[in-house]
């Protein structure tokens, strides 16, 4: 195996989902009403707030549904940081929630109110293999400025410049094999020449597919644990990609 390039997921992979799931949403989730109403002149938040209400007005979910009749009913209006909210709780990644999501925690990580909890092995690893001559990439369902968020305001300090490539899910679903293809193509390599590391199997699944060397990333409080027929790994310490080994 010769590999040149490792393609990193965030969570569950080099921070616990703990963060994401128990701090930034929730975090988020609590700013949201002050957030619009202190921005409610700012053309770029008028957009997105009109991208929300698009999204609601086809919004089938009962809850959505309900939440549109007792707004409308109650102020004459419709409350559309309550749908946002709403979105949080069911986990719908909206784009225009995902943008307005990124800004709030922008403010939260500029005012010291958030950093990014990183494995304990994880830094170190990202310094070796840079200094070894890897190429790091990001691949997560996070945005990229809210990746970069993540890596910048981390409990190891700014880890950003270790990273030559940020993907979202703008290049595709992490399901899909197409992804993987796509982005070797975007960092000019085979496939082949990619070591992907995730926790989850069907991502891990579709990146072999493609072509990519995976890793299953086994961590401790991972939600999933079924690595199916790919090799585990718990602690980055010990891998070596260019030499093909941990």
């Not at 500029?110 to 001559?133: I, N, T």
């Not at 400025?145 to 030559?164: E, I, K």
């Not at 993987?180 to 085979?190: G, N, V």
Request: proline share 4%; net charge negative; hydrophobic share 40%.
């Amino acid at each position: 195996m010769s590999i040149t390039h490792l393609l990193l997921d965030i969570e569950g992979t080099t921070c616990p989902v703990t963060f994401v799931a128990e701090v930034l949403f929730p975090y988020a989730r609590k700013a949201l009403p002050a957030f619009l109403a202190s921005h409610a002149e700012d053309p770029e938040i008028q957009d997105l707030v009109a991208q929300a209400e698009e999204a609601w007005l086809n919004d089938d979910h009962p809850s959505a549904i309900a939440l549109r009749s007792q707004s409308i009913q109650a102020e004459g209006a419709t409350d559309i940081g309550a749908y946002l909210q709403n979105l949080i709780d069911r986990d719908v990644k909206l784009t225009a929630l995902k943008d307005l999501q990124g800004r709030i925690w922008r403010n939260g990580y500029a005012q010291g109110e958030l950093v990014a909890p990183l494995y304990a092995d994880v830094a170190e690893s990202l310094q070796r293999w840079h200094k070894a001559g890897l190429v790091l990439a990001v691949y997560s369902s996070g945005s990229v400025p809210a990746q970069q968020l993540l890596y910048g305001h981390s409990t190891a300090g700014d880890l950003r410049a270790l990273f030559s490539y940020w993907f979202d899910t703008r290049v595709g679903s992490k399901q899909d094999e197409s992804s993987y293809r796509s982005i070797a193509e975007q960092m000019k390599l085979e496939p082949a020449d990619v070591l992907f590391i995730s926790d989850s199997l069907s991502e891990l699944e579709a990146a072999a597919s493609a072509g990519m060397a995976v890793l299953f990333s086994d961590r401790e409080g991972n939600p999933g644990r079924d690595s199916g027929a790919f090799e585990r790994i718990s602690n980055y310490r010990r891998l070596h990609p260019a030499n093909g080994s941990q």
